[in-house]
């Protein structure tokens, strides 16, 4: 995919959000999400506040340096959270304008970058095609969040092959995370997709995940439990690795449990 291809599938997936948003009465962006804590504010500030330093480090802002020594000299393990619901405190047609804004400028900063040329983050550097996917992946799993609290079905579209593929690349990570060994064993993944298929790993692979591109991507981000989705885990490191599967970066955490959100709106 070309580095164009993929801001285009970010500013959609970025757009279906903002039209939920651009409608929703200011006092409804304090309502709850279903990830504690988190109000519909605080999810926009969060895409805002990392947009914002994807920026800086893009166009080598030595404020993204600054920022690093920063944090590594700090001992507060949620200063994105801390820094983002700062943003949030504003008012809701300001942080609306301003995530706008944000996306703009990301785009423009990861179009005019060198595509082979990685870029500095707080873990591993990236090139901007990954760091591309890495953007499409958080606004698709705060997307549902929003859409969720607002019992809206979050359609099926195109940026589920990037969360897929992330949600793929990110297996070993998800065991190591969690103190385990990586397991050499291959996993066959295939998932639906609105105008397709996707496959990932051996065809001859005896562990499998089979099911729609949505539950896959539902349960990487761990917006939803296995039992919830359109999707079906066999062997013992399928069903492991779906039961910690993690696509994001961080230290380990856990998904939500069987019906615990469900809410009827799954693709």
């Given at each position: 995919m070309?580095?164009?291809s993929?801001?285009?599938?970010?500013?959609?997936?970025?757009?279906?959000?903002?039209?939920?948003?651009?409608?929703?009465?200011?006092?409804?962006?304090?309502?709850?999400t279903?990830?504690?804590?988190w109000?519909i504010?605080?999810?926009?500030?969060?895409?805002?506040?990392?947009?914002?330093v994807?920026?800086?480090?893009?166009?080598?802002?030595?404020?993204?340096?600054?920022?690093?020594?920063?944090?590594?000299?700090?001992?507060?393990?949620?200063?994105?959270?801390?820094?983002?619901?700062?943003?949030?405190?504003?008012?809701?047609?300001?942080?609306?304008?301003?995530?706008?804004?944000?996306?703009t400028r990301?785009?423009?900063?990861?179009?005019?970058?060198?595509?082979?040329?990685?870029?500095?983050?707080?873990?591993?550097?990236?090139?901007?095609?990954?760091?591309i996917?890495?953007r499409?992946?958080?606004?698709?799993?705060?997307?549902?969040?929003?859409?969720?609290?607002?019992?809206?079905?979050?359609?099926?579209?195109?940026a589920?092959?990037?969360?897929?593929?992330?949600?793929?690349?990110?297996?070993?990570?998800?065991?190591?995370?969690?103190?385990?060994?990586?397991?050499?064993?291959?996993?066959?993944?295939?998932?639906?997709?609105?105008?397709?298929?996707?496959?990932?790993?051996?065809?001859?692979?005896?562990?499998?995940?089979t099911?729609?591109?949505?539950?896959?991507?539902?349960?990487?981000?761990?917006?939803?439990?296995?039992?919830?989705?359109?999707?079906?885990?066999v062997?013992?490191?399928?069903?492991q690795?779906?039961s910690?599967?993690?696509?994001?970066?961080?230290?380990?955490?856990?998904?939500?449990?069987?019906g615990?959100?469900?809410?009827?709106?799954?693709?």
């Amino acid at each position: 995919m070309e580095i164009s291809s993929a801001l285009a599938m970010l500013e959609q997936e970025s757009g279906e959000l903002d039209a939920v948003l651009a409608d929703l009465d200011p006092e409804k962006w304090s309502l709850q999400t279903p990830s504690p804590g988190w109000s519909i504010a605080d999810q926009v500030a969060h895409l805002h506040w990392t947009d914002l330093v994807s920026v800086q480090t893009a166009t080598k802002d030595p404020a993204f340096d600054a920022l690093v020594k920063e944090v590594a000299a700090g001992d507060s393990s949620d200063f994105i959270d801390t820094e983002a619901r700062k943003i949030a405190a504003q008012p809701a047609e300001v942080l609306l304008a301003e995530w706008r804004d944000g996306r703009t400028r990301l785009s423009d900063a990861l179009a005019a970058a060198d595509p082979a040329e990685k870029i500095a983050w707080f873990g591993p550097p990236m090139r901007p095609m990954t760091m591309i996917t890495a953007r499409i992946m958080e606004t698709w799993a705060h997307g549902l969040d929003v859409f969720d609290t607002l019992g809206l079905a979050k359609p099926a579209g195109p940026a589920l092959a990037a969360v897929a593929r992330i949600g793929d690349r990110t297996r070993g990570f998800s065991f190591v995370s969690n103190g385990l060994d990586a397991p050499r064993e291959e996993v066959r993944v295939e998932l639906s997709l609105p105008d397709g298929q996707i496959e990932f790993g051996p065809a001859e692979a005896a562990n499998r995940v089979t099911g729609s591109a949505w539950g896959f991507a539902a349960v990487v981000t761990q917006r939803r439990h296995l039992d919830d989705v359109d999707l079906t885990a066999v062997g013992p490191v399928s069903e492991q690795w779906m039961s910690i599967a993690q696509a994001f970066a961080g230290p380990p955490t856990k998904g939500p449990s069987a019906g615990e959100r469900a809410t009827g709106t799954e693709n």
